[in-house]
């Protein structure tokens, strides 16, 4: 005697293009998915306001791509969502959103700069000015800490006349910080 399930269940996530894999699930699965897809498209739809401080970060809904903040993301259904913000320099931000069919939510995250980020940002100004050296600036054992690797090779490009570039690079073993 099994006890019955109680309180609600609700769709997380539907995507409308999901296709069933008959090789992983038996072919009488397609006519329940079919009838939730049907189910499902009667749904309400509303969208979300996105915007992030800083501003310019890439927006997800659902993990699919909607456009660089601020943005919006229009036709979702009705219920929770959830919202991931992508930007150089900063941690990712996720956050769950409600979606109404009678307002538009806004959704407003800030980000938080990522400290990893910064350190390797510092150490790479300290290494350029010794780049070419024997001996690499102290600064690129930030480097070695921060991003867990033993060498490193470091590409110089710059303009070398009308539609010319001078590219040099340069391997350094960040354990020694000598040149190889």
Same mark, same amino acid.
């Given at each position: 005697?099994?006890?019955?399930?109680?309180?609600?269940?609700?769709?997380?996530?539907?995507?409308?293009?999901?296709?069933?894999?008959?090789?992983?699930?038996?072919?009488?699965?397609?006519?329940?998915?079919?009838?939730?897809?049907?189910?499902?498209?009667?749904?309400?739809?509303?969208?979300?306001?996105?915007?992030?401080?800083?501003?310019?970060?890439?927006?997800?809904?659902?993990?699919?791509?909607?456009?660089?903040?601020?943005?919006?993301?229009?036709?979702?259904?009705?219920?929770?969502?959830?919202?991931?913000?992508?930007?150089?320099? +900063?941690?990712? #931000?996720?956050? %769950?959103?409600?979606? *109404?069919? &009678? @307002?538009?939510?806004?959704?407003?995250?800030?980000?938080? =700069?990522?400290?990893?980020?910064?350190?390797?940002?510092?150490?790479?100004?300290?290494?350029?000015?010794?780049?070419?050296?024997?001996?690499?600036?102290?600064?690129?054992?930030?480097?070695?800490?921060?991003?867990?690797?033993?060498?490193?090779? +470091?590409?110089? #490009?710059?303009? %070398?006349?009308?539609? *010319?570039? &001078? @590219?040099?690079?340069?391997?350094?073993?960040?354990?020694? =910080?000598?040149?190889?």
């Amino acid at each position: 005697h099994e006890e019955p399930l109680e309180g609600a269940l609700g769709l997380l996530v539907w995507r409308s293009d999901y296709k069933v894999d008959l090789s992983k699930y038996p072919p009488a699965i397609l006519a329940v998915v079919e009838d939730v897809r049907k189910d499902v498209e009667k749904q309400k739809r509303g969208s979300l306001e996105i915007r992030s401080e800083p501003a310019a970060a890439q927006a997800y809904v659902d993990g699919r791509y909607i456009g660089v903040t601020p943005c919006f993301a229009d036709g979702l259904y009705t219920g929770e969502h959830w919202v991931t913000l992508k930007k150089e320099g +900063f941690k990712k #931000a996720v956050m %769950a959103a409600q979606v *109404s069919s &009678k @307002v538009q939510q806004l959704v407003s995250v800030p980000m938080e =700069r990522s400290t990893k980020y910064l350190l390797v940002e510092q150490a790479l100004a300290g290494v350029e000015k010794s780049l070419g050296a024997v001996m690499l600036d102290q600064s690129a054992d930030n480097l070695k800490e921060v991003l867990f690797i033993d060498h490193a090779v +470091f590409v110089r #490009a710059a303009a %070398a006349g009308p539609g *010319s570039i &001078k @590219v040099d690079s340069f391997l350094y073993d960040l354990r020694t =910080r000598s040149e190889e």
